[in-house]
């Protein structure tokens, strides 16, 4: 048997065994007896009664063992012109000193600290303040509007937000403290304190009651020490998008999360203890959580945080320059990030500039990687590119070409083998088992390895709803796929109504929503349609009340405004087409998937039980006139 074999057979055959070896490799205050235990709600729990603390794995730990002077953070800012490193001595300091300073603004274990910042190395900072003394993070992507704050604030109700005067994008700079006024003033939920990082760019009024500007408030603090916290203590909430305007909190618990992200950095990405390991992501995302933030330090890596973007910032030589100035091991992003550099760089003239031989192995998600965007990087950089495939619900990859126990062939088009611990299968309508190369629900057979969620925030039906029942004793991922006759996965898109947009994860449903208010608007539909740059481009087809007299034009600009002012411009929503009617089934389901297809220009078979077959000829027609 090959070494992925072996391991894989050993997850599979005896679970609880595999997870304890791999959770002796962390450092715990109190080891765990119990390996797995169903909690109150019958899900499976690892390591119900052992006690730890991330924030010690990631810093404490390091130092105690005489790493404290190796690098653990490297800040590189083009758009702010500044480069900064820190090592595990010197990140720890800075993170106990935040602890102590939310301690003093009455921040306890299991209380929740909204963090809304920009890549900044501050952010990782109050992130592992707040694993350090038991609190729980919810870090919202800094390109959300105020809108989609808001709602995250009443949901997780934090007694504290942590922000930044701003945050930089190419070319322009964006106050987030009016964003973060306007939405706790939306909220129901006010948090005790906002406290509020000033950076020179733009330094925002501290003018209101709850206002603490974060720099004195730290440098009074007097640093705390790590609390031990149960294994099934959650870490962080982080939200995302379903298939309803209402975000899901992802609940991620502290050991099983602290065990996967260490054994995910061995199995998955093959990297030593003392290597450079760069996710070119964003915090507010969950590969930002994973890969910038957690495993890389849990690991003993030096990670870096970079606040730019792989174009513009400034040419589309930016990934190759920070892979060879930090000697970076192993890079990942999204497939996205690459199509810009291919777009603006396509015969890759700027990598021989720069010198790439310690980068080992580039890895890939957040969507699937096409296989013109695989080749590309494959053949301009000479690296393995490995794609993988998980989510914010598993926190880690689901399927993967396990680099360090194999390189395993790679085939375009397939995030390769499930990962050691991952049961995955294709099940048909009635649960099934597919049949190989037959596309179907991907699932996952429980127990579900440890990171993964074992909640929904505060709504558990939901967790149960929306994973678990439609085929009892499995989660149900939201993708569909297939495996092939060598048992390689296939991800071939969402079934449900999530979309991504350049690897942001985003519900065409709530889009609907905020389209479907306006007053002119009877009904409507938003499908993800192809983009060359970004994956998927939201696309809304609306049908006017009747008798509505509007400009079509103008009432696009109106709608486009509406989505960006409440989900934000990464929505991308840029398209709103006025239709006569919908394709819909004669019970009134709107046809969205053929709606996809045919903007796709894709084959399409016209639904048997579609009421009226020449609502397709409708949409066909508009969308060749646009
Ligand atoms: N704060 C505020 N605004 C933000 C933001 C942030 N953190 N991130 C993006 N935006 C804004 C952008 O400024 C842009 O605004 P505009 O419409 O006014 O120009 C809009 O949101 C769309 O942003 P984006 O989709 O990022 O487009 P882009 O053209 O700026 O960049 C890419 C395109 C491909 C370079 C970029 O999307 C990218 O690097 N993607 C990688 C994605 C990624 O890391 N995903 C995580 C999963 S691994
Ligand atoms: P997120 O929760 O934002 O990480 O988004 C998860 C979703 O992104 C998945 O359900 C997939 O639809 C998609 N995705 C992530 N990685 C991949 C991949 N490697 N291949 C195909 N789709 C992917």
Known sequence: MSAYQTEY????????QFWKAQSEKIDWFTAPKTTLQPDENGIERWFPDGELNTCWLALDYHCANG???????????????TKQQYTYKELKQRVAQIAGMLVEQGVGMGDRVVIYMPMIPEAAMAMLACARIGAIHSVVFGGFAPNELAVRIEDAEPKVIMTASCGIEINKVIPYKPLVDKA?????????????????????????????????????????DCV????THPLYILYTSGTTGKPKGVVRDNGGHAVAMKYSMGTIYNM??????WAASDVGWVVGHSYIVYAPLIHGCATVLFEGKPVRTPDPGAFWRV??????DVLFSAPTAFRAIKKEDPEGELLSDYNLSTLKTIFMAGERLDPPTLEWVESKTDKPVVDHWWQTETGWAIASNPTGLELMPIKAGSATKPVPGYQVEILDELGEAAQPNRQGFVAIKRPLPPGCLPTVWRNHDRFESGYLTQFPGYYVSGDGGYLDEDGYLFIMGRIDDVINVAGHRLSTGEMEEIVGGHPAIAECAVVGVHDDLKGQLPLGLVVLKDGVKVDDIELEGELVGKVREQIGAVACFKHALVVERLPKTRSGKILRKTIRQIADGEQYTVPSTIDDPTSLGEIERVLNES
Not at 67 to 81: E, N, Q, W
Request: one cysteine or more; a negative charge; aromatic letters at 8%.
């Open 9 to 16: 057979q050993w997850a599979l055959n005896e679970p609880e």
């Open 67 to 81: 790493r404290g002077d190796k690098t653990a953070l490297i800040y590189d800012s083009p758009v702010t012109k």
């Open 184 to 224: 706790v003033m939306d909220s129901r939920w006010k948090p005790e304190q906002v406290v509020v990082l000033q950076r020179p760019e733009c330094k925002a009024d501290l003018n209101q009651s709850k206002d603490l500007d974060w720099h004195s408030a730290v440098q009074q603090a007097q640093p705390h």
């Open 228 to 231: 031990p916290v149960r294994s």
């Open 272 to 277: 030593p203890q003392d290597g450079v390991f």
């Open 323 to 328: 892979c060879e100035e930090y000697k970076v």
